[in-house]
């Protein structure tokens, strides 16, 4: 039993205001290995991911056309991809035909000038935020407090992570790195308002964060908002939440400034019937989220006089240049594929180093920062390593509401990350190691050759072997080498007794070389 | 060269073909999931399927008939120092709400003798205001200090028990719905649709107008996901049913 002193008991994990929100830590094993010492981190992940995979199965099962919806939010996304230029300008038109003003912004560094100018404009020294995945890509609230401007996270999640001074650890439930005791620690040590004799249940947190944020919102001259989704043929914007302080956010306030990655327009007002039932049960699990609010530039006697629409590129458009890294931009963020990943499970979040972290995450961050394009990336970039981040299991692929490929996209840049173009690498033991054995399966004689090798290398190790000295430890301090058998399979072929000759079926079962010979021999260990 | 100029070449460079290569085509979109809920509009089978959704959300649900109705929303209010309407309400709601609560407030409407004293216009104008009415939209702290709105609604979808506000002048402007802590909204049965595309063909005919989609009383997940009701939205929904 300890005592409470009043003193947050909870380290950041990682500290907040790192250098680029899409790449803060080590590389991904490496990060990976921290994480996975934090009993408490897994112990919290699984108990959420879990619980919303149930969530989210019982109601998308509920729909009897679930597969349809699930095609045609793929098609609609390959529909705006081949078209994105062409609906870039007629949302911008629809926009601005409404009283909307549309910027434009090359990079991040451009969306914080232009959003900062913004904010300056409007005499405010403080501004309310709307949870959004945008403004955190580009490091928004740093570059505000650079400024003199104080940007209020008012989503309770985000609250609570920018309270504990952390980072994200997942796009849609930021700190789920976190358990209700925690979350108390944080608000109690840092929050200043905070009820004394705040307890730990979630509806008593929940009352404190709304109590905290309540006068914020009234006085709040400046939101800023990320979309869910702008519609190019209306110029209607969306965002979808729950506790209602998106809703504060985009209707109290005088001036409204929006950040939008390109990607996500949509063509038709009609297409919302397909992505406003399959974001929120793919989610949160729910049937429909508590809250979503549309508006269309600027109406006359309600919400905000002033609205501003910011579309990012920020290295979406050299994704766009790679037909399968592509469909990374079809996603909707709705984090199904984080919630079903059994590497993010056990890693958490932060070991990606990424704002966004998960399956989806692992083939965004590397291509916003250039995996794939001309240039590309150290393959010893941390987010070169994030392709490599996923067992190729297909969860996520079946879990996204887009059915974004992510296994093909992962294996794919794999090999981008290996093989930048117009980059030469540092030579490693895998890189070597991966050479040569391309060299040797590139022509079948070579590939022969190599194989008669292989009945020399077993008289060196005839037996399993458990350990080798560096730097074949690096392989066995995970794995056996297992015992390499008698004969090549094509030796075996060639010998094999004729098709239809007696006892060649069982010749076949038994499997006296190739591969059907090293289970056997394994199993003559001691 | 200017970001939108740089931007928009970026794109098309990016999407352009491969040299020798033609342009792929656009692909097209398969249409194949249902445009019409498995319930008939307005149907009882549509009422009970969307009260099923209200009642999962832990909202409020009275259901009632058009002779009742003005009971019920002097029922829902009781207790309530302060009820705030849009200026487009059907007059009998209101009348029974002025029954059952000592102030009623109308907004784009001063009220008499202005009773918070800070209900001053904002001087945008507000193009819901019934004809005739002074233009005065409450102000924030106003609204802010009264505890609950009646409002009727554009449409409702049975399938994800959502209420749909468009603005209209029985709905008012979107901050009347959201700072009084009770919402006591009213659907007629012929609003209630089957599905999310039944709604979004009605919607579509005003899709400039700022609409918000109601599910259920303001709630997170955000600790441990477990739901929590009630954050900063109204708290308490309350959902009349008109059925008749």
């Known amino acids: 039993m300890s005592v409470h002193l009043g003193m947050p008991t909870v380290r950041p994990l990682p500290a907040a205001d790192p250098a680029d929100p899409l790449r803060w830590g080590p590389t991904f094993p490496d990060a990976a290995h921290e994480t996975l010492q934090d009993g408490q981190l897994r112990a919290n992940l699984r108990r959420a991911t879990h619980t919303i995979r149930d969530k989210r199965l019982a109601v998308t099962a509920e729909l009897s056309d679930w597969e349809d919806l699930r095609a045609a939010g793929s098609g609609v996304k390959q529909q705006v991809m081949a078209t994105l230029p062409d609906l870039l300008e007629q949302l911008e038109a629809s926009v601005t035909a409404r009283g909307g003003v549309v910027h434009w912004a090359r990079d991040a560094a451009e969306a914080n000038r232009i959003v900062t100018d913004l904010v300056r404009a409007a005499d405010a020294h403080e501004v309310v935020k709307v949870k959004s995945m945008a403004t955190q890509e580009i490091g928004l609230n740093e570059h505000l407090a650079a400024a003199g401007i104080e940007a209020t996270e008012t989503d309770l999640a985000e609250l609570i992570v920018q309270l504990a001074g952390d980072m994200p650890s997942h796009i849609l439930v930021p700190a789920i790195h976190r358990n209700r005791d925690q979350i108390r620690d944080i608000f109690t040590g840092s929050m200043g308002d905070a009820p004394a004799g705040l307890t730990s249940e979630p509806a008593d947190l929940a009352a404190a964060a709304r109590a905290h944020l309540r006068a914020r919102f009234l006085r709040a001259d400046v939101a800023i908002s990320g979309a869910n989704l702008a519609v190019a043929d209306t110029g209607t914007v969306a965002v979808v939440e729950s506790e209602g302080n998106g809703r504060m956010c985009l209707t109290l306030p005088r001036v409204l400034i929006t950040v939008m990655g390109i990607e996500k327009v949509l063509p038709t007002f009609t297409d919302l019937e397909v992505f406003m039932q399959l974001l929120p049960r793919s989610s949160t699990g729910e049937r429909m989220n508590p809250y979503t609010t549309f508006w269309t530039g600027v109406t006359p006697g309600d919400g905000p006089q002033e609205f501003h629409l910011v579309l990012l590129d920020n290295g979406r458009t050299r994704a766009l240049a790679d037909e399968i890294g592509r469909t990374a931009l079809h996603c909707i963020r709705c984090s199904a594929c984080l919630n079903v990943c059994p590497v993010y499970e056990r890693t958490g979040g932060h070991a990606y180093g990424s704002v966004y972290p998960g399956p989806i995450g692992a083939i965004l961050t590397p291509q916003l920062l250039g995996v794939g394009a001309e240039g590309g990336l150290d393959p010893h970039d941390p987010a070169a390593t994030l392709p490599f981040a996923s067992s190729l299991c297909g969860a996520c692929y079946d879990a996204c509401p887009v059915k974004i490929d992510i296994p093909t996209a992962l294996v794919h840049l794999r090999d981008q990350a290996q093989h930048p173009q117009g980059r030469r690498a540092r030579p490693t033991g895998w890189s070597v190691g991966l050479g040569l054995a391309a060299l040797s399966m590139r022509s079948g004689t070579v590939f022969r050759w190599a194989g008669r090798a292989v009945p020399l290398a077993r008289r060196l190790l005839p037996r399993r072997v458990r350990r080798l000295p560096f730097p074949g430890s690096l392989w066995t301090s995970s794995r056996d080498l297992p015992v390499l058998p008698r004969q090549t399979f094509r030796d075996w072929f060639e010998q094999r007794p004729e098709p239809g000759a007696a006892g060649g079926q069982v010749a076949d079962r038994q499997g006296t070389g190739g591969t059907g010979g090293t289970r056997a021999d394994g199993e003559e260990q001691p | ?244």
């Open chain 2, 1 to 244: 060269m200017s970001a939108r100029t740089e931007v928009l070449a970026r794109v098309r460079r990016a999407l352009a073909p491969a040299p020798g290569r033609s342009a792929a085509p656009v692909p097209t979109v398969p249409r194949d999931y249902r445009r019409h809920g498995d319930v008939a509009t307005g149907s009882s089978e549509a009422v009970e399927l969307l009260v099923d959704r209200l009642v999962d959300y832990r909202a409020t649900v009275v259901r009632t008939s058009t002779a009742g109705l003005a009971a019920a929303v002097a029922a829902q209010l009781e207790g309530v120092p302060r009820v705030v309407v849009p200026p487009g309400l059907d007059p009998a709601w209101v009348a029974a709400a002025r029954e059952a609560v000592g102030e009623v407030l109308v907004d784009g409407v001063a009220p008499v003798g202005d009773p918070t004293g800070d209900a001053t216009g904002d001087a945008t104008g507000d193009p819901m205001a019934v004809p005739g009415a002074s233009v005065a939209p409450l102000s924030h702290a106003a609204l802010d200090a009264t505890a609950a709105v009646v409002t009727a609604c554009r449409v409702a979808v049975a399938e994800t028990g959502t209420i749909v506000l468009d603005g209209e002048g029985d709905q008012g402007r979107r901050v009347l719905t959201l700072l009084p802590d009770r919402h006591v909204c009213v659907v007629r049965a012929d609003q209630v649709v089957g599905s999310v595309p039944e709604a979004v063909a009605l919607l579509a005919t005003h899709p400039e107008r700022p609409m918000t989609w109601i599910s259920g009383p303001s709630a997170t997940s955000d600790i441990e996901l477990v739901r929590v009701e009630g954050v900063h939205g109204p708290r308490d929904l309350r959902v009349l049913v008109v059925e008749d």
